[in-house]
């Protein structure tokens, strides 16, 4: 029996600072907001107690800030440019929580390379790459920089 092949994604070399890149959407449900807080342990009644929410200034149950970032995540490596080439995720820096995501939003990422730094020893580099997780409206909920470590080609 073959195995599927790996998705590898970019290596160090191909990145350009400059480039840019959007990720496909992903509507946000009730069920992804109820699973992040078994997972998580986070039951904030803000997120998962609809009567308390109404009576907040959202009006409405809102969701987790990490889910936002763990569905950013996930929607930047579905764009094929991050896989098993990314060795570790090294850093997050200036991220801001914007806009609250509610159920039914849906979201995509917008990617943009704002630096790469070789790093020898390590056999790869850092790409620091700017995220914004951004609503059906385009309105940015979330955004900063993520600092991943890649592999070379070689």
Do not use: C
Request: glycine share 12%.
């Amino acid at each position: 029996m073959s195995s599927l092949p790996l998705i590898t994604g970019l290596f160090f070399e191909d990145f350009q600072v400059g480039q840019k890149g959007t990720s496909a959407t992903r509507t946000v449900t009730e069920h992804d907001i109820v699973a992040f807080a078994g997972l998580s342990g986070d039951f904030n009644l803000i997120h998962v107690d609809a009567e308390f929410a109404k009576a907040t200034p959202y009006g409405q149950r809102i969701a987790h800030g990490l889910l936002g970032l763990a569905i950013a995540s996930g929607l930047a490596v579905q764009t094929g440019v991050l896989g098993a080439n990314v060795m570790a995720f090294r850093e997050v820096n200036e991220w801001k929580f914007i806009k609250p995501i509610f159920i039914g939003d849906t979201v995509h990422v917008e990617m943009e390379i704002a630096e790469t730094k070789a790093l020898r020893r390590l056999g790869g580099g850092l790409v620091t790459i700017a995220i914004s997780l951004n609503n059906q409206a385009n309105e940015t909920t979330m955004k900063g920089l993520w600092t991943l470590l890649v592999k070379f080609r070689g």
